[in-house]
């Protein structure tokens, strides 16, 4: 079986100890690889909480509001924009291996795709199983956009990201982002990613303009424990998306849910996610969040 050997990256782990996370090794982007004008959202949460779905329907909302939007899925399983799109993408690797990794030789159609509304698609994908950094094809992705000039009109650029963050290349979205939103259910596994999360934007944001924005709730009755949570930390719910089985159908039609027919609660969730992306491009203050000790969340968290 061939395995797929990627080329040198533009990325560098050359941080101190200390300097950006404390004991941390971080990947550092080319900084002369930058988005632009663009207001930059990374939508970060725990693997399975909704991340794609939530990310899709926030890149239609801003669609909705006149916004020239572009949605990077940035995930192995490429699947953050099917909704969009209709279809499973080829992934920027997936691309640039077919050209031995010589970018000139690609065309925008070849790695980004129209979707709903005109949102503009790509699936930056990932590097082979354990062979990899994830902060390479983070800046590989963002290289070949600017390469052909197609951040320039763009006025939303949406990174929704994979699960849990563990190292550094997860975090590669971060130093692009203007503002980090956390999607979390009312749980105790997914509060705990979201605490991890809440210390790499902290890390990110010692060298870096990204900046907490807020909470998302999602597939949730209630939201008690995240308020515990928001309350001990100094974070603010953004928006709040019950577990309603439209949204689980819009998945499996392969839609948003700007696209499904009239259902139980669908008019409240689509008009949450109009307020919401408004509320993003309006913008606010960062929210200075403080992160809690493992033990702590545990002991926070529950019933008296």
Known sequence: MNSVVLPNP????????????????QVELDPSVKIGTAKVFAIYGKGGIGKSTTSSNLSAAF????????????????????????????????????????SEELRPEDFVFTGYNGVMCVEAGGPPAGTGCGGYVVGQTVKLLKEHHLLEDTDVVIFDVLGDVVCGGFAAPLQHADRAMIVTANDFDSI??????????GAKAKNYQVRLGGVIANRSAETDQIDKYNAKTGLKLAAHFPDLDVIRRSRLKKSTLFEMDDAPGLAAVQNEYM????????GGDPLPAVPMKDRDIFDLLGYD
């Not at 705990?192 to 934007?201: K, W, Y």
């Open 10 to 25: 533009t990325i560098r782990t050359t941080r101190a100890r200390g300097e950006d996370g404390e004991g941390s090794l």
């Open 63 to 102: 669609s909705k509001l006149g916004k020239r939007v572009l949605q990077i899925g940035c995930d192995p399983k490429h699947d953050s924009t099917f909704t969009l799109t209709k279809k499973m993408l080829p992934t920027v690797i997936d691309v640039l291996e077919t050209v031995d990794f010589h």
């Open 275 to 282: 307020r919401l992306a408004a509320a993003m491009w309006l």
């Open 192 to 201: 705990f990613a979201m605490n991890r999360i809440v210390q790499a934007i």
